[in-house]
């Protein structure tokens, strides 16, 4: 199926690995101008070589803070103005909302709710003039169903999508969605970093506590990424023009209610 976004500038945020770099992967093979952000230089030429290597094209990496606004800027600057963007960053640390303080809370707000409605707003008016923009949150499956270690990332993530909620409805109108991919368990390393913690604070092995959250999904598995860079790149297509302000559980299934 072509997607008919071949042509089209993509800026993918926290790109160097993980579902980032997946969602890279997925556009650049679309034939996307795909430019991956991340902080680490040297994270972002391997995964440049990763992407080459898997689809023949090559990305451009930036490699910038996107929580300051000179990063943001440095970013656009080398994209120019993206037709696709995909917001995407690393979540706050788990723990017990007894040990985070104040500047703590700030962080994990500027980080995954206020960066990503700075890039909206830095890029939605020039899409709307296009009549062509595709903007994709990733979140956390979290936004459903809050996950009690990560109490930083629940309050932020759902703020991020009660704003999303709103002014989907809005660009909309000029066939620019803003839509939201939220990740269950894939196998990324923060997927296992966390896995790495719950297994340390309940006293077992890394083994038992990932086997128990591979019990908890109907389809008996971890995520590949690949499989969500996918999901990202059909959000992105041409013909996903009458979807928006859609929140995507993709979890195996774990999520008991109704979507």
Known sequence: MDLGIAGKKALVCAASKGLGKACATSLAREGCEVTIVSRSMDNLKVAQDSIKQATGVDVTPVAADLSTEEGRAAALAVCGDPDILVNNCGGPPPGH????????????????????????????????????????????????????????????????????????????TNNVTINALLPGGFETDRFIGNTKVRAEKEGKTYEEVLAERI????????????????ACAYLCSAQAGYITGLNLLIDGGRYKGAN
């Open 97 to 172: 909302f007894s040990e985070w303080d104040r500047e703590d809370w700030i962080k994990a707000l500027d980080m995954n709710m206020i960066n990503p409605i700075m890039l909206i707003k830095a890029t939605y008016k020039k899409m709307m003039e296009r009549n062509f923009g595709r903007i994709v949150n990733i979140t956390s499956a979290s936004v459903k169903e809050p996950i009690k270690i990560l109490g930083m990332s629940n309050g932020a993530r759902a703020g991020l999508t009660g704003f999303c909620a709103g002014i989907a409805r809005e660009t909309v």
């Open 215 to 230: 019990a908890d999904v109907p389809a008996g598995r971890v995520g590949d990424p690949a499989e969500f860079g996918d």
